[in-house]
Nanobody
Framework: QVHLVESGGGLVQAGDSLRLSCLAS???????MGWFRQAPGKEREFVAA????????HYADSVKGRFFVSTNAAKNTVYLQMNSVKPEDTANYYC????????????????WGQGTQVTVSS
């Protein structure tokens, strides 16, 4: 069982930057770490993912060029750097672990954190 704790959410203005962190309870070099988000009344959607060794990253089209995912293996932490945020980025952001493969599909990820809320005002 991998435990994940997200942090770094908050209220920001459009155009600002924000960095989310996800602390894992164990080393994740063999896993894929994903970020998803869910806005009220909407389905959970893929944001970004990175392999545990940070060799491969993948982004949703809606955040490509604005969001960047990175890892710090020594701290068992994955980051989501959010730049030029928009009101439509408002959502609860979740960190997740896949022990199988890198995917944009939420059901592939077996472990999830509780989420951190990001609210972007216009």
């Amino acid at each position: 069982q991998v435990h994940l704790v997200e942090s770094g959410g908050g209220l920001v203005q459009a155009g600002d930057s924000l960095r989310l962190s996800c602390l894992a309870s164990e080393t994740f070099s063999r896993y894929v770490m994903g970020w998803f988000r869910q806005a009220p009344g909407k389905e959970r959607e893929f944001v970004a993912a990175v392999t545990g060794t940070a060799e491969i990253t993948h982004y949703a089209d809606s955040v490509k060029g604005r969001f960047f995912v990175s890892t710090n293996a020594a701290k068992n932490t994955v980051y989501l750097q959010m730049n030029s945020v928009k009101p439509e980025d408002t959502a609860n952001y979740y960190c997740a672990v896949s022990t199988i493969l890198l995917s944009t599909s939420a059901p592939v990820y077996e472990y999830w954190g509780q989420g951190t809320q990001v609210t972007v005002s216009s």
